[in-house]
């Protein structure tokens, strides 16, 4: 089976419990969760890829995962929800933002946007949903050319809401899958129909089946109590 757990080193602080006390739950850093993908989980960790950068999760709101990755003196951010949680990070790793990639319009995905595009040389890409600040609009189809941080592929995946975007960076066998694809659970349905979901679902589950999925809610416990009550025998 896939074991890509085993390629990673896993340096994890402030494990605490999200259902239970408000913060977040307390799991195995790597969970086999959804076929064959493995979800990486944790607030304040940093995943070392055999590779020269590293795939960190910052913790923001209640149960939000601003993912980053830093690479050569330079970041990536996946929706900025809270902009001072990734300016604190930055100033603390002494690194340039380069590349903010948003997977759709709710404001825990994108408060921070337009404070981070103040600071120079940012790109910033994603759905054409209404948001403020973006330098280009994706429509899904893309292969988007990130420079230092490779390329990514631009997946439509609608349900939570109408033009809902994922990406997947093919060298890093990364998905970036937004509020679509959770441990245990997908994203609740706001702006699209439970066949776009279903469509969404089976796209990502196309993808190989060594990808690391960060999703961008802490949900974990909560699904898998819902999916215990509804399918007990399972």
Same mark, same amino acid.
């Given at each position: 089976?896939v074991? !890509?757990?085993?390629?990673? @080193?896993?340096?994890v602080?402030d494990?605490l419990s999200?259902e ?7 799991l195995?850093p790597?969970h086999?969760?959804f ?11 940093y995943?070392s ?6 795939l960190?999760a ?5 149960n939000n995962?601003i993912?980053?990755?830093?690479q050569?003196g ?7 929800g809270d !902009?001072?949680?990734v ?8 690194l ?5 990639l ?8 994108t408060?921070g946007l337009?404070?981070?595009?103040q ?13 403020n600040?973006?330098? @280009? ?12 941080f ?6 439509p995946?609608p349900?939570h ?5 994922a990406?997947?960076? !093919?060298?890093r066998k990364?998905?970036f899958?937004?509020d679509t694809?959770?441990?245990a659970?997908?994203?609740?349905l706001f ?5 776009? =979901?279903?469509?969404?679902l089976e796209?990502l =589950?196309?993808l190989p089946?060594?990808t690391?999925?960060c999703?961008?809610?802490e949900?974990?416990?909560?699904n898998?109590?819902?999916a215990?009550?509804?399918? !007990?025998?399972?």
């Amino acid at each position: 089976g896939v074991k !890509p757990a085993a390629k990673i @080193r896993l340096q994890v602080v402030d494990w605490l419990s999200l259902e239970q006390t408000g913060k977040f739950h307390q799991l195995t850093p790597a969970h086999r969760v959804f076929g064959d993908f493995t979800l990486l989980l944790r607030a304040n960790h940093y995943l070392s890829l055999a590779m020269s950068y590293e795939l960190i999760a910052l913790p923001a709101f209640a149960n939000n995962y601003i993912w980053a990755i830093e690479q050569d003196g330079y970041a990536l951010v996946v929706d900025p929800g809270d !902009p001072n949680v990734v300016l604190t990070w930055l100033q603390e790793r002494q690194l340039v933002l380069d590349t903010i990639l948003i997977t759709h319009h709710h404001f825990d995905h994108t408060g921070g946007l337009e404070r981070l595009m103040q600071e120079p040389g940012v790109t910033s890409l994603g759905p054409d949903e209404g948001i403020n600040g973006l330098s @280009r609009l994706l429509a899904g189809g893309e292969t988007l050319e990130l420079g230092r941080f490779g390329k990514a592929q631009v997946l439509p995946v609608p349900g939570h809401t109408r033009a809902h975007l994922a990406y997947y960076l !093919p060298d890093r066998k990364v998905l970036f899958a937004g509020d679509t694809l959770f441990s245990a659970g997908c994203g609740r349905l706001f702006e699209g129909t439970a066949a776009q =979901m279903h469509e969404s679902l089976e796209r990502l =589950m196309a993808l190989p089946g060594d990808t690391l999925l960060c999703c961008t809610h802490e949900y974990t416990l909560a699904n898998l109590q819902f999916a215990a009550a509804v399918e !007990p025998e399972n």
